[in-house]
């Protein structure tokens, strides 16, 4: 199985900046995309930014240019890094991978805990 651990979420100013990591640990295969996701109060989980292992990127639009999503292949790791944070990004934010058990088995999505952020003067 596939464990992911976040780190780095807690209380920050409006303006501020965190990063945020996640390592997956356990007996995998291989790790293909990683992402993360957040979830506020009241709302459902949304998207935010994902990586795969060659280093492509994608982001939902209202983060891009504030939020950077980066991996360590060799530590099985990802990061986002966040800056000029508002209040709306007051969320629990989770990190996602496409792992596999064996090398002829499927990808699958594994999920972590969640680390509360909250942006707030």
């Known amino acids: 199985q596939v464990q992911l651990k976040e780190s780095g979420g807690g209380l920050v100013q409006p303006g501020g900046s965190l990063r945020l990591s996640c390592a997956a640990s356990?007996?995998?295969?291989?790790?293909?995309?990683m992402g993360w996701y957040r979830q506020g109060p009241g709302t459902q989980r949304e998207f935010l930014a994902v990586?795969?292992?060659?280093?492509?990127?994608s982001y939902k639009g209202s983060v891009k240019g504030r939020f950077t999503i980066s991996r360590d292949n060799a530590k099985d790791t990802v990061y986002l890094q966040m800056n000029s944070l508002k209040p709306e990004d007051t969320a629990v934010y989770y990190c996602?991978?496409?792992?596999?058990?064996?090398?002829?088995?499927?990808?699958?999505?594994?999920w972590g805990q969640g680390t509360q952020i909250t942006v707030s003067s």
């Open positions: 996602k991978a496409q792992a596999r058990t064996s090398s002829r088995g499927n990808y699958a999505d594994y």
């Open positions: 356990g007996s995998f295969f291989s790790i293909n995309a």
């Open positions: 990586i795969t292992p060659g280093g492509s990127t």
